[in-house]
């Protein structure tokens, strides 16, 4: 069998290999503490569980329209008019089996073979390979000496003929920083100059702490709208990721194309799972507002367990649930009489000795730093960073 050169070089998801990983180690047993996954451990709201209950005893249970039930299309656009202010038709919505595939749909929508992608580093692993996918080719703007946030003047020097769309991620995985309002601005223009796609991936707006606020593109630079395809949905903020469930909204013309895409990749995403998220979209306040709450606490927690730790540094994330932390001062030094090589070492290490699951930084264009996901409860966040402290002391 010859596997396509698109398989052959396709890396698979980090994130997930981790979270597999922890979980099957947790099945023989093992005491394992996962900061790996981007998962809150919340129940899913009550509101949510309701709505899918009344869905299947009502029988709604088939094919709905492929790019979402028109009910749930119609309470992303209340969602968009209350929250920023934003008015979107629902046809101009599509629905789809989690952001992930929609922002791929996107991307397949935008992106010829050899066409070029910003990308702002360190990103979450899924864009580069999705880019790749669409045999695109990805540009990385580094703004790991910029505070996380892009240099404007580095992103007009990287703009050639072939620069199709820029993809953006505010609050941030894996940095957990929030754009200022200027440079999103300035993207913002950038891309209206030079007609370039903007991919705004805000899957953590409402996930920011502190003073930190959330900016939307749109509402921030209006002209950018017909160049802007927002991506959202219900896994972060109302702890629903198993459901699979995310929106897009964008100009019609691409949001026509993005469906038909997903009419022939996925139809629709599950019925069931539209009316959960149909429900918390509608009564789930409340429960944002505790987890929100629960989130800042362990963030506040987890920055101050971090600062006790020899040989690493991070910068305070504003948002999301994920801290970055440069490890590069205890690679080269040995766990075991074994020498820790890189990031990727360093984690595997971890979990092997100390039962601590983290993601490599490598995984998302950031080699020697360790994601470190603080969605998991107090208790084994303070047990978890106890143990990745004690690991860190012991290498010699
Ligand atoms: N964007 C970012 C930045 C993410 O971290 C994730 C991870 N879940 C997604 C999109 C995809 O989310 P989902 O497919 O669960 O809706
Ligand atoms: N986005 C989350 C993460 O970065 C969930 C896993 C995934 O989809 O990559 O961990």
Same mark, same amino acid.
């Given at each position: 069998?010859?596997?396509?050169?698109?398989?052959?070089?396709?890396?698979?998801?980090?994130?997930?290999?981790?979270?597999?990983?922890?979980?099957?180690?947790?099945?023989?047993?093992?005491?394992?503490?996962? &900061?790996? /996954?981007?998962?809150?451990?919340?129940?899913?709201?009550?509101?949510?569980? @309701?709505?899918?209950?009344? /869905?299947?005893?009502?029988?709604?249970?088939?094919?709905?329209?492929?790019?979402?039930?028109?009910?749930?299309?119609?309470?992303?656009?209340?969602?968009?008019?209350?929250?920023?202010?934003?008015?979107?038709?629902?046809?101009?919505? +599509?629905?789809?089996?989690?952001?992930?595939?929609?922002?791929? !749909?996107?991307?397949?929508?935008? +992106?010829?073979?050899?066409? !070029?992608?910003?990308?702002?580093?360190?990103?979450?692993?899924?864009?580069?390979?999705?880019?790749?996918?669409?045999?695109?080719?990805?540009?990385? +703007?580094?703004?790991?000496?910029?505070?996380?946030?892009?240099?404007?003047?580095?992103?007009?020097?990287?703009?050639?003929?072939?620069?199709?769309?820029?993809?953006?991620?505010?609050?941030?995985?894996?940095?957990?920083?929030?754009?200022?309002?200027?440079?999103?601005?300035?993207?913002?223009?950038?891309?209206?100059? @030079?007609?370039?796609?903007?991919?705004?991936?805000?899957?953590? !707006?409402?996930?920011?702490?502190?003073?930190?606020?959330?900016?939307?593109?749109? /509402?921030?630079?209006?002209?950018?709208?017909?160049?802007?395809?927002?991506?959202?949905?219900?896994?972060?903020?109302?702890?629903?990721?198993?459901?699979?469930?995310?929106?897009?909204?964008?100009?019609?013309?691409?949001?026509?194309?993005?469906?038909? +895409?997903?009419?022939?990749?996925?139809?629709?995403?599950?019925?069931? /799972?539209?009316?959960?998220?149909?429900?918390?979209?509608?009564?789930?306040?409340?429960?944002?507002?505790?987890? $929100?709450?629960?989130?800042?606490?362990?963030?506040?927690?987890?920055?101050?367990?971090?600062?006790?730790?020899?040989?690493?540094? &991070?910068?305070?994330?504003?948002?999301?649930?994920?801290?970055?932390?440069?490890?590069?001062?205890?690679?080269?030094?040995?766990?075991?009489?074994?020498?820790?090589?890189?990031?990727? $070492?360093?984690?595997?290490?971890?979990?092997?000795?100390?039962?601590?699951?983290?993601?490599?930084?490598?995984?998302?264009?950031?080699?020697? $730093?360790?994601?470190?996901?603080?969605?998991?409860?107090?208790?084994?966040?303070?047990?978890?960073?106890?143990?990745? @402290? !004690? &690991?860190?002391?012991?290498?010699?």
């Amino acid at each position: 069998m010859v596997l396509s050169e698109r398989a052959r070089t396709l890396e698979p998801s980090a994130t997930l290999a981790v979270v597999a990983k922890a979980k099957a180690m947790k099945r023989e047993g093992k005491p394992v503490i996962s &900061f790996g /996954a981007g998962e809150p451990d919340f129940n899913s709201p009550e509101s949510a569980l @309701k709505y899918a209950v009344e /869905a299947m005893e009502k029988g709604y249970t088939h094919y709905t329209p492929g790019t979402g039930i028109p009910e749930l299309k119609e309470a992303v656009c209340s969602y968009y008019s209350r929250r920023f202010g934003l008015e979107y038709a629902p046809g101009d919505v +599509v629905v789809g089996a989690g952001a992930k595939i929609l922002l791929y !749909e996107a991307l397949s929508c935008l +992106v010829d073979p050899g066409d !070029e992608v910003i990308v702002f580093a360190p990103a979450w692993v899924s864009y580069v390979e999705q880019i790749r996918l669409c045999g695109g080719k990805e540009i990385i +703007v580094d703004t790991s000496e910029t505070s996380s946030i892009p240099d404007l003047n580095e992103v007009k020097r990287v703009i050639s003929d072939k620069t199709k769309c820029m993809m953006i991620n505010s609050p941030n995985n894996p940095t957990g920083a929030v754009y200022d309002e200027e440079t999103l601005k300035g993207l913002a223009s950038i891309a209206v100059e @030079k007609d370039i796609v903007i991919i705004y991936d805000e899957i953590y !707006e409402q996930l920011v702490y502190g003073d930190a606020a959330h900016h939307q593109i749109v /509402a921030l630079a209006p002209e950018v709208r017909d160049h802007t395809i927002i991506i959202n949905g219900v896994s972060k903020a109302y702890a629903m990721t198993g459901w699979r469930i995310g929106y897009a909204l964008g100009p019609s013309e691409l949001m026509a194309k993005v469906g038909a +895409v997903q009419g022939h990749l996925t139809s629709n995403p599950c019925s069931i /799972a539209q009316y959960a998220a149909l429900g918390a979209l509608k009564e789930a306040d409340d429960d944002i507002v505790k987890m $929100h709450g629960h989130f800042s606490d362990r963030r506040d927690l987890i920055l101050k367990l971090l600062g006790d730790v020899p040989l690493i540094e &991070f910068v305070e994330p504003q948002g999301a649930f994920y801290v970055l932390v440069n490890v590069k001062k205890a690679l080269g030094k040995s766990s075991d009489g074994e020498k820790l090589t890189d990031d990727v $070492h360093f984690c595997q290490k971890l979990l092997d000795k100390s039962y601590v699951a983290m993601v490599p930084g490598s995984a998302f264009f950031a080699p020697g $730093h360790i994601r470190v996901s603080y969605s998991n409860s107090t208790e084994e966040i303070v047990e978890g960073i106890k143990r990745l @402290k !004690e &690991f860190i002391e012991k290498l010699s």
